[in-house]
């Protein structure tokens, strides 16, 4: 069982409303990655970090942020939500760089902007 | 253009019996394919890696196989229980480093009837 938890796992709200999704891991890794899925669709990576304060945009364009102070915490935050946002978000982990080794995922967070 | 496709997009079987998954992938150079296993409303979890010199890995009632030279893999499941029902991720690494990246496939939708 993988020590990374997302909160919260469903969140509804209104257009334009400002969201922290937030995403901890407990196993002292440096890598960390959010990753956007919609149903039946590939995942996709929109932000990434090496360690603390280090941040970097991912393949998919978002307006999201995301910041690293803490190695254990990554959070991510919309500004300004809106329904284009609507879609799961997953946090991720690994100890060392994702292509060579295996990936741990959170619960994800649904998302669901009206 | 999606490097990874999997097949069959879904697949329904009775409890017991076998099936075999799909995936193959244009990423080159190739690192690493793995399969992950994601349960409705959680995130991926990993079943098995493989790199270009290992044609077969096992994770329980689950077998992975790769052909490299025709850029295939298949993940066999043997025995299926209700809990194996399921999105089946291929995932695919280009260079096993920093400046490598995961290709994820959309997976294949497994359920498991009694």
């Avoid at chain 2, 044609?55 to 066999?76: E, I, V």
């Amino acid at each position: 069982e993988a020590d990374i938890y997302q909160t919260p796992r469903y969140l509804v709200i209104g257009t334009g409303k400002k969201i922290t999704l937030e995403c901890s891991q407990t196993m002292g890794h440096d890598k960390m990655y959010w990753y956007q899925q919609d149903p039946g669709m590939e995942l996709h990576l929109i932000h990434y970090s090496y360690g603390v304060n280090s941040t970097e945009k991912g393949d998919l364009s978002s307006e999201s942020t995301v910041s690293r102070i803490r190695t254990e915490h990554f959070p991510l935050t919309l500004e300004s939500a809106r329904p284009s946002h609507t879609s799961q978000y997953l946090c991720a982990s690994s100890e060392r760089d994702a292509t060579n080794e295996k990936l741990f995922f959170g619960s994800g967070t649904q998302l669901s902007v009206l | 253009k999606n490097q990874v496709e999997q097949s069959p997009q879904s697949l329904i079987i009775l409890e017991g019996k076998n099936c075999t998954l799909q995936c193959n992938y244009t990423v080159s150079p190739f690192s690493n394919l793995r399969w992950y296993k994601q349960d409705t409303g959680r995130g991926p979890v990993s079943l098995t890696i493989m790199t270009f010199s290992e044609n077969t890995k096992s994770n329980g009632r689950y077998t992975a196989t790769l052909d490299a030279d025709t850029k295939q893999s298949s993940l066999h499941i043997t025995a299926s229980q209700l809990s194996d029902s399921a999105s089946y991720i291929c995932v695919v690494s280009d260079r096993g480093s920093t400046l490598g990246r995961l290709y994820f496939g959309r997976g294949t939708q497994l359920t498991v009837w009694p």
